[in-house]
């Protein structure tokens, strides 16, 4: 029979950190303080924690982590509120905008926005979105395009891509039978009350930093009351595409912008920026 001298380690591992001197390196970059510091359940390299993060920088950086709302999804995103360290509302499947729409109304001085994925968006909350768009609405909606159902493992979306392969679409989607995806920004943005609308991706440091650019936009323009601010995101679901998350970038690159190109689909007109400046002015008096 082992004694306990066999069992215990003979020697003793030496598990001090290494010597850290903070003040020798420049701090570059830092999580933003309006997230929970937790560890999030996304799969590696997906664009929902991306994302998130770059919300809550602009977020952060506006100073209105007070003043901001935001409504989750059902999906993988579905724990949104577990990250982002604001307000949050849970909304059922698809209704996300008609959600948004009573908080804003009730509550017209907040930043309210949705997040919300293609299944969630454009397959079953499709109604609730163009209508609360038509309305004009005074929310933002951050829409996570990655063409398929990722959290339910992959089923296809209204966003399919042509010939793209998923669970419920194995031999390639076949638009003659299931029609062709649909291009929620650009649909979205033929009605009078959408605001500002553009479709950026965050494959890469240059995308990642014109959605950042997009969405500190659409916070801003908000503060007009002038109507629904779209922000597409075109997002990697390395899992569902079975692909690693190299070649989900990539895939972005040479597929996806085929059927979603990228950049604004719809601008405020000058007088609307013109104001805006004159609201921060106003605010800096
Ligand atoms: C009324 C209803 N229908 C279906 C579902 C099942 N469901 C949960 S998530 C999901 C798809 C989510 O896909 P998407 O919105 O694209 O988000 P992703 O996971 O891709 O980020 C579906 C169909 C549900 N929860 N409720
Ligand atoms: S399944 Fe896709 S969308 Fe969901 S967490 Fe994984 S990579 Fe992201
Ligand atoms: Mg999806």
Known sequence: MPTEEDILPTTTLDVTAPACHEEEYEMVYHKPSTMVDVSMHYCPGCAHSLVHKLIMEVVEEMNIQEKT??????????FAYDYMDID??????GRACAVA???KRLM????????QGDGDLAAIGIGETLHAINRGE????????NAVYGMT?????????????TTTSPDGRDVSYYGAPIKVAELMSNLPG??????QAVNSANAVRRTKKALQNAFKYQQLHKGTCLVEIIGNCPSNWKMTPVEASRFIDEEMVKTFP???????????????TNLSSDHER
């Open 108 to 115: 017209p001085d907040k930043y309210v926005f949705t997040y």
């Open 194 to 199: 959408a605001f500002y609308v553009t479709r």
């Open 153 to 165: 493992s992959g089923q296809m979306a209204p966003t399919t891509l042509p010939g793209m392969h």
């Open 101 to 103: 729409t009573g908080i």
């Open 69 to 78: 709302i935001g409504v989750a999804p059902v999906g993988c995103s579905v």
């Open 138 to 145: 005074n929310i933002l909606i951050v829409f996570m395009n």
């Open 88 to 93: 949050m509302q849970e909304a059922a499947h």
């Open 262 to 276: 990228l950049g604004d689909i719809k601008l405020p007109n000058a007088a609307a920026i013109q104001s805006l």
